[in-house]
């Protein structure tokens, strides 16, 4: 994901159980005081669910995207590094629905995320 390389997204785990991405705090991705923004964990949750839900597909599947997001934002990162676990809570047809926690280095709750992404599939061209 090219954005997930731009803010400097790792990926720590992979698998269709658990998708594990982390992100290191940075002056440059902050709001006033220091703090990370808050746009910055809800894309670091959301390419974690992306991932998981791509890990998640049925076999004739070409694809996902989001097309719903909820976040509670529960604390402020000042520093260290930020982890989002994202977890499968349906695996369906035409819906795959992610829940992702987000904590800091201590393991502090951060956020919390619950996504539903859109199976993707081709579609058949008219000739």
């Known amino acids: 994901m090219p954005l997930a390389r731009t803010l400097g997204i790792r990926t720590d785990e992979s698998t269709a159980e658990r998708v594990v991405l982390s992100l290191d705090w940075a002056p440059h991705l902050c709001t006033a005081g220091g703090i990370l923004h808050g746009g910055v964990i809800m894309a670091l949750a959301d ?24 976040t509670n934002f529960l604390g402020a990162v000042r520093g260290g590094t930020v982890t989002a676990t994202a977890t499968p809570l349906h695996r369906g ?17 951060v956020a919390k995320t619950t996504q539903t992404q859109m199976v993707l599939r081709a579609t058949a061209s008219i000739s």
């Open 93 to 109: 047809r035409t819906t795959v629905v992610v829940e992702t926690t987000i904590t800091d280095a201590n393991g502090r709750l």
């Open 47 to 70: 390419s974690a669910g992306g991932a998981c839900a791509l890990l998640n597909l049925p076999v004739d599947a070409t694809g996902t995207t989001t097309i719903e997001s909820k």
